[in-house]
């Protein structure tokens, strides 16, 4: 079956970064456009960044653009999620997600989603 598995969270300092990867298994990484979503406490799941199936095309939220980055790695079935200059505002569990159909924004497009890895920037 399709497994999304992110790692790389944890505590930071303001200022900080941090690099989560997601690893890919049970589909055909190529034909997915992947995304990254957060969601913090007492708040809806937030759309963070999304890379194409290619990898040629990014496109992220206003609150991240310019600090944080999406790659992906073919070879690994990996995506990542580099993250630099982190705001405690950054506080939130982050999901990577795959799609097949369209690479958007909404979750509603994304077929598959991982558990989850907690991201957490102190002040």
């Known amino acids: 079956q399709v497994q999304l598995v992110e790692s790389g969270g944890g505590l930071v300092q303001a200022g900080g970064s941090l690099r989560l990867s997601c690893e890919a298994s049970?589909?055909?990484?190529?034909?997915?456009?992947m995304g990254w979503f957060r969601q913090a406490p007492g708040k809806e799941r937030e759309f963070v960044g999304r890379?194409?199936?290619?990898?040629?095309?990014?496109y992220y939220a206003d609150s991240v653009k310019g600090r944080f980055t999406m790659s992906r790695d073919s070879a690994r079935n990996a995506v990542y999620l580099q993250m630099n200059s982190l705001k405690p505002e950054d506080t939130a569990v982050y999901y990577c997600?795959?799609?097949?159909?369209?690479?958007?924004?909404?979750?509603?497009?994304?077929?598959?989603w991982g558990q989850g890895t907690q991201v957490t920037v102190s002040s």
């Open positions: 997600a795959a799609t097949s159909t369209i690479c958007g924004s909404v979750e509603r497009v994304y077929d598959y």
């Open positions: 049970g589909l055909t990484f190529s034909s997915y456009a």
């Open positions: 890379i194409s199936s290619s990898g040629g095309y990014r």
